[in-house]
């Protein structure tokens, strides 16, 4: 189960490792993906900081996380994508549900879930 663990926690590093570069690299290309519209440099600008710093952020701590005595990274990182979930159903409240919200909010949640179990499982390791 451990090598489990490691394997999923490594697929989701590396999931938001791809996507931090694409939007560090293609952000135009990206931003059309998650239905965002940069206006101009500050745009961009805001794409790259803002949604690449946190998807590398939330990487790096996943790949920290798999270090041995390290786990405390995957609770961060599962606490960031956590965060991410909750302003989710903060609009679902406001804003309303449709099917092209709800699947990425599955998804989070589904991360946060291997997260935590990849800390549980490799703690006890």
Do not use: H
């Not at 790949?63 to 005595?69: I, S």
């Amino acid at each position: 189960m451990t090598l489990v663990a490691r394997i999923l926690v490594g697929l989701v590093a590396l999931f938001f490792l791809a996507f931090s570069f694409r939007f560090f690299f293609l952000p135009e290309g990206i931003a059309a993906e998650f239905a965002i519209a940069p206006l101009g440099v500050a745009g961009l600008s805001t794409i790259r900081g803002d949604l690449g710093g946190a998807f590398f952020a939330i990487g790096a701590f996943a790949l920290l996380g798999l270090r041995a005595g390290a786990t405390q990274w995957l609770y961060a990182s599962a606490a960031v994508i956590g965060a991410v979930a909750v302003g989710r159903t903060f609009g679902f409240a406001i804003d309303g549900m449709l099917p092209t919200t709800l699947v990425p909010f599955a998804i989070e949640v589904v991360f946060v879930g291997v997260l935590l179990f990849g800390a549980r499982r490799l703690r006890a390791a």
